[in-house]
Protein backbone atom coordinates (compact mmCIF):
# COMPACT_ATOMS: atom_id res chain seq x y z
CA UNK A 1 0.00 0.00 0.00
CA UNK A 2 2.79 2.36 1.08
CA UNK A 3 4.64 1.67 -2.66
CA UNK A 4 1.20 2.29 -4.52
CA UNK A 5 0.82 5.85 -2.31
CA UNK A 6 4.40 7.01 -3.23
CA UNK A 7 3.90 5.83 -6.98
CA UNK A 8 0.66 7.81 -6.91
CA UNK A 9 2.82 10.80 -5.80
CA UNK A 10 5.70 10.50 -8.32
CA UNK A 11 3.65 10.40 -10.95
CA UNK A 12 1.53 13.77 -9.35
CA UNK A 13 4.63 15.36 -9.26
CA UNK A 14 5.82 14.55 -12.77
CA UNK A 15 2.96 15.36 -14.65
CA UNK A 16 2.73 19.07 -12.89
CA UNK A 17 6.32 19.32 -14.00
CA UNK A 18 5.97 18.35 -17.36
CA UNK A 19 3.00 21.03 -17.97
CA UNK A 20 5.26 23.68 -15.85
CA UNK A 21 8.17 23.12 -19.13
CA UNK A 22 5.44 23.29 -21.22
CA UNK A 23 4.26 26.23 -20.23
CA UNK A 24 7.79 27.83 -20.15
CA UNK A 25 8.46 26.44 -23.65
CA UNK A 26 5.14 28.23 -25.00
CA UNK A 27 6.43 31.48 -23.89
CA UNK A 28 9.67 31.34 -25.49
CA UNK A 29 9.54 33.72 -28.81
CA UNK A 30 9.18 31.92 -31.98
CA UNK A 31 10.75 33.42 -35.70
CA UNK A 32 10.94 31.12 -38.80
CA UNK A 33 11.32 31.56 -42.63
CA UNK A 34 12.55 30.83 -46.39
CA UNK A 35 15.26 33.01 -47.96
CA UNK A 36 15.23 32.13 -51.41
CA UNK A 37 13.44 28.52 -50.62
CA UNK A 38 15.68 27.64 -47.30
CA UNK A 39 14.23 27.53 -44.05
CA UNK A 40 15.98 29.33 -40.88
CA UNK A 41 14.99 29.59 -37.29
CA UNK A 42 17.02 31.48 -35.89
CA UNK A 43 17.43 31.15 -31.99
CA UNK A 44 18.19 32.88 -30.13
CA UNK A 45 15.03 35.51 -31.18
CA UNK A 46 15.92 39.06 -29.71
CA UNK A 47 12.63 41.09 -29.00
CA UNK A 48 12.91 44.51 -27.74
CA UNK A 49 10.76 48.04 -27.76
CA UNK A 50 12.41 50.74 -30.48
CA UNK A 51 11.01 54.59 -30.11
CA UNK A 52 10.50 56.00 -33.95
CA UNK A 53 9.35 58.78 -34.22
CA UNK A 54 8.36 58.77 -30.43
CA UNK A 55 5.48 55.80 -31.74
CA UNK A 56 6.85 52.69 -30.16
CA UNK A 57 7.99 49.20 -32.34
CA UNK A 58 8.32 46.11 -31.89
CA UNK A 59 12.02 45.12 -33.18
CA UNK A 60 12.30 41.17 -33.81
CA UNK A 61 15.83 40.22 -34.86
CA UNK A 62 17.29 36.88 -35.51
CA UNK A 63 20.82 35.88 -36.35
CA UNK A 64 21.59 32.70 -38.71
CA UNK A 65 23.88 31.50 -41.06
CA UNK A 66 27.57 33.04 -41.57
CA UNK A 67 26.68 36.61 -40.41
CA UNK A 68 23.13 37.06 -41.65
CA UNK A 69 20.10 38.42 -39.68
CA UNK A 70 16.38 39.40 -40.37
CA UNK A 71 14.86 42.11 -38.37
CA UNK A 72 11.25 42.73 -38.47
CA UNK A 73 9.66 46.34 -37.22
CA UNK A 74 6.39 46.38 -36.26
CA UNK A 75 4.02 49.17 -34.14
CA UNK A 76 3.51 48.02 -30.91
CA UNK A 77 -0.51 49.29 -31.21
CA UNK A 78 -0.88 47.14 -34.87
CA UNK A 79 -4.36 45.92 -35.20
CA UNK A 80 -4.66 41.93 -36.01
CA UNK A 81 -5.12 41.90 -39.46
CA UNK A 82 -3.27 42.46 -43.23
CA UNK A 83 -0.78 45.05 -43.32
CA UNK A 84 1.72 46.09 -46.19
CA UNK A 85 5.85 45.54 -45.44
CA UNK A 86 7.14 48.21 -47.83
CA UNK A 87 9.63 51.66 -48.16
CA UNK A 88 6.85 53.65 -49.46
CA UNK A 89 5.85 54.22 -45.86
CA UNK A 90 7.41 56.61 -43.66
CA UNK A 91 8.36 54.94 -39.84
CA UNK A 92 5.59 56.17 -38.02
CA UNK A 93 2.55 56.23 -40.41
CA UNK A 94 3.80 52.55 -41.35
CA UNK A 95 2.44 49.47 -39.46
CA UNK A 96 6.09 47.50 -40.44
CA UNK A 97 9.44 47.43 -42.36
CA UNK A 98 11.74 44.31 -42.91
CA UNK A 99 15.47 44.73 -43.73
CA UNK A 100 17.68 40.99 -44.30
CA UNK A 101 21.79 41.36 -43.73
CA UNK A 102 24.05 39.26 -45.58
CA UNK A 103 27.43 38.90 -46.20
CA UNK A 104 29.27 40.33 -48.69
CA UNK A 105 30.50 38.40 -51.79
CA UNK A 106 33.62 41.05 -52.69
CA UNK A 107 34.88 42.07 -48.93
CA UNK A 108 34.58 39.55 -45.99
CA UNK A 109 33.51 40.86 -42.67
CA UNK A 110 31.30 43.15 -44.04
CA UNK A 111 27.35 42.88 -44.50
CA UNK A 112 24.82 44.38 -46.60
CA UNK A 113 21.80 45.10 -46.60
CA UNK A 114 18.43 44.91 -47.94
CA UNK A 115 15.48 46.28 -46.96
CA UNK A 116 11.50 44.95 -47.64
CA UNK A 117 10.66 46.91 -51.12
CA UNK A 118 6.92 45.01 -50.64
CA UNK A 119 5.56 42.40 -48.72
CA UNK A 120 2.72 41.38 -46.42
CA UNK A 121 2.31 41.19 -42.66
CA UNK A 122 -0.84 39.24 -41.29
CA UNK A 123 -1.33 40.08 -37.03
CA UNK A 124 -3.08 37.11 -36.01
CA UNK A 125 -3.15 38.72 -32.42
CA UNK A 126 -1.73 41.79 -30.43
CA UNK A 127 -1.84 41.39 -27.11
CA UNK A 128 -0.63 45.04 -25.71
CA UNK A 129 -1.64 44.03 -21.74
CA UNK A 130 0.46 40.87 -21.71
CA UNK A 131 2.73 41.69 -24.57
CA UNK A 132 2.60 39.35 -26.97
CA UNK A 133 2.29 39.23 -30.86
CA UNK A 134 1.84 36.75 -33.39
CA UNK A 135 2.11 36.67 -36.93
CA UNK A 136 2.84 35.73 -40.62
CA UNK A 137 4.86 37.53 -43.26
CA UNK A 138 6.44 37.65 -46.58
CA UNK A 139 8.43 40.22 -48.64
CA UNK A 140 10.55 40.75 -51.42
CA UNK A 141 13.64 42.83 -51.17
CA UNK A 142 15.08 45.89 -53.65
CA UNK A 143 18.32 46.19 -55.41
CA UNK A 144 20.26 49.54 -54.46
CA UNK A 145 22.72 48.80 -57.41
CA UNK A 146 22.09 47.02 -60.49
CA UNK A 147 23.82 43.86 -59.46
CA UNK A 148 22.82 44.01 -55.94
CA UNK A 149 20.49 40.53 -55.21
CA UNK A 150 16.99 40.59 -55.15
CA UNK A 151 16.09 38.42 -52.02
CA UNK A 152 12.41 36.51 -51.57
CA UNK A 153 11.45 35.72 -48.03
CA UNK A 154 8.11 33.56 -47.63
CA UNK A 155 6.84 31.90 -45.29
CA UNK A 156 7.61 33.93 -42.31
CA UNK A 157 5.89 33.28 -38.82
CA UNK A 158 6.72 34.59 -35.76
CA UNK A 159 5.02 34.33 -32.04
CA UNK A 160 7.20 36.54 -29.55
CA UNK A 161 6.87 38.34 -26.51
CA UNK A 162 7.73 41.95 -26.14
Do not use: W
Request: proline residues 4%; negative net charge; charged residues 20%.
Amino acid sequence: MKSLLIAIIGLTLLTSCEKKEADAIQQENAFSFKIDGQEYAPLPVNVDIQNLSEIPFVGIYGEFGTEESLFLTIRQDVQPGTHSIDLSNKLGETQSQARYFYPSLSTPDVANSADAIEGTLIIKTNDTDNRRMSGTFFFDTFQIENDDPIFQITDGVFDVSY
